[in-house]
T-cell receptor
């Protein structure tokens, strides 16, 4: 049973546009929601993360929006650049030493 | 500071064989997690070790096993390989027990192909 559902599976965005990736979860015990970025041939790397006590977190061109009541969170990439082309994974976990549960990933291609 | 190192980078095996993958975490990191990455399933959790003890285990058959040494280095073993075991195996380390398994630092993975 997939605990974190991610969409879309793939996304093509024009340079300068906004990329939006969505995730939904069911487990109300989740209280940590990170996004990881993976380039070809590399392992995933933490991009940005949020906890449920805030509805939005922004770091540079990357923003997480969080909707606790809908049990959804999303990643927005403003002014998307070709260098942003990568696979993005959302994840979630409860507090404590419990493993992260990952979504299936979104392959983003930013074209000039 | 060196990152997470995984060896070998690529591995080709045949069905029925066994394989051992190695992971050296970032210095000072005591937790090591293993994930299997496939195109259709994303990242699936295998197990996590902390101070040589398996603390968490995912939903994989007993053919998948691991261990952690006193220097925090970890190995993962897959016995009786099946075609479906072909995947990228990722190791990740994290800093402290108190902060949990939130911020993971991944290696580049071992690409296993089973023929």
């Amino acid at each position: 049973q997939q605990q974190v559902k991610q969409s879309p599976q793939s996304l093509i965005v024009q340079k300068g546009g906004i990329s939006i990736i969505n995730c939904a979860y069911e487990n109300t015990a989740f209280d940590y929601f990170p996004w990881y970025q993976q380039f070809p041939g590399k392992g995933p790397a933490l991009l940005i993360a949020i906890r449920p006590d805030v509805s939005e977190k922004k770091e540079g061109r990357f923003t997480i929006s969080f909707n606790k009541s809908a049990k959804q969170f999303s990643l927005h990439i403003m002014d998307s650049q070709p260098g942003d082309s990568a696979t993005y994974f959302c994840a979630a976990s409860p507090s404590g030493n419990t493993p992260l549960v990952f979504g299936k990933g979104t392959r983003l291609s930013v074209i000039a | 500071k060196a990152g997470v190192t995984q060896t070998p980078r690529y591995l080709i095996k045949t069905r029925g064989q066994q394989v051992t993958l190695s992971c050296s975490p970032i210095s000072g990191h005591r937790s090591v997690s293993w994930y299997q990455q496939t195109p259709g399933q994303g990242l699936q959790f295998l197990f996590e070790y902390f101070s040589e003890t398996q603390r968490n285990k995912g939903n994989f058959p007993g053919r998948f096993s691991g261990r952690q040494f006193s220097n925090s280095r970890s190995e993962m073993n897959v016995s009786t390989l099946e075609l479906g075991d072909s995947a990228l195996y990722l190791c990740a380390s994290s800093l402290t027990r108190d902060r949990g398994l939130e911020k993971l630092f991944f290696g580049s993975g071992t690409q296993l192909s089973v023929l």
